[in-house]
């Protein structure tokens, strides 16, 4: 496959991958400088459907602490307070995509998009807490097995996948590439898995008197629950610590836009998402004496947004004989590899 193929291939690749609906074209912006400009728009369609989720959560929820505490199931009472949190992540979700969507204003300069961040922390928080302490219950009613009404347990679980399967359903059609969408899917879906360990442990005790299996039922909804909570800090913590942006390789993208026509090197390359779903990057850019700092500006922009879906950029791009560009590079320098400078007169994205 040719060199040209497979650029076009790449970039095929990175737009399925990576390209998010109301994002623009990246706007120019001053003198050796350039600024792309990208916002992931939440519509209120998701909003809708994360409002409809709500309430079946919390109809549900309120009929299941009743029928737990009547059948004394723990198992029961752990899927409650699992769709408390369900819902405490929907309410906190719908809040933090309200918060998010507010433009940029006074010293936040990017909005408030990280909120969206923050409720995707606590809810994995929550998860890892309320698991945590139904290991402890789980693994006290294994030693001492108190009587369980298997059928309240069954009928009821059956209920409730009922009921998690619509709101599945109804957040998977919201835009899962916001960590806080996510945050809220991963938690309606660990109960759905919760509710159908519960309904095998009603069936158990109802027709076999395994009382055991209960708690056995409430230990497996608290691994899900750990899991889930895990996934979500990891992720947001990434977006906090401005990580990459998961399968997003800086060494990579230094080396590629360094082996552009006219680019001497390239360092100081930053990249990390402002938001889930919303990545960025800064970079400083040296070109051969003679090129055409304009023209290779906009011909690294194209390449990040069409290989990568990195819209918001800003490139510092300077003459490599000039003497204010850093002299302390922080990072890798990613230099021309090929050894041979590039004529810019022979090339339009160097020169003229």
């Known amino acids: 496959m040719s060199a040209e193929r497979q650029e076009a291939a790449g970039k095929r690749r990175a737009r399925r991958r990576f390209f998010l609906p109301g994002r623009g074209k990246a706007a120019e912006h001053g003198h050796g400088h350039g600024h792309g400009h990208g916002h992931a728009v939440s519509a209120n369609a998701d909003r809708r459907h994360l409002s409809a989720a709500l309430a079946l959560l919390l109809a549900f929820m309120a009929g299941e602490v009743v029928v737990g505490l009547a059948a004394r199931s723990l198992a029961l009472i752990t899927d409650a307070a699992h769709m408390l949190t369900d819902a405490f992540a929907v309410a906190l979700a719908l809040v933090a995509m309200r918060i998010a969507a507010r433009p940029p204003k006074g010293g936040y300069t990017y909005g408030l998009r990280r909120a969206e961040i923050l409720s995707a922390q606590l809810n994995g928080l929550t998860l890892i807490l309320l698991a945590a302490f139904f290991v402890y219950e789980g693994v006290r009613r294994l030693v001492a097995p108190p009587e369980v009404d298997g059928s309240l347990v069954l009928w009821t679980s059956l209920a409730g996948i009922a009921v998690n399967l619509a709101a599945t359903w109804l957040i998977s059609r919201a835009d899962r590439r916001s960590l806080n969408v996510e945050g809220a899917f991963q938690h309606i879906l660990n109960d ?145 590899g090929s050894g041979e400078r590039h004529d810019h007169l022979a090339d339009p994205r160097c020169g003229h």
């Open 192 to 336: 759905l898995f919760a509710f159908v360990a519960t309904a095998v442990a009603g069936l158990a005790v109802w027709a076999a008197g395994f009382t055991r299996a209960d708690a056995i039922a409430s230990l497996v909804v608290a691994a899900l629950m750990l899991k889930a909570g895990y996934g979500l800090l990891r992720d947001a913590g990434r977006v906090l610590m401005e990580a990459a942006p998961a399968g997003v390789d800086p060494g990579e993208i230094g080396t590629r836009l360094a082996g552009r026509p006219c680019v001497e090197e390239v360092h100081d390359l930053h990249v990390w998402e402002v938001s889930s779903g919303y990545p960025a990057l800064s970079a400083h850019v040296l070109v051969e004496p003679r090129g055409d700092c304009h023209a290779v500006r906009r011909d690294l922009q194209d390449v990040l947004r069409s290989a990568y879906g990195i819209t918001h950029t800003t490139l510092e791009v300077d003459h490599v004989t000039d003497d204010f560009h850093c002299e302390d590079p922080h990072g890798p320098r990613h230099v021309n």
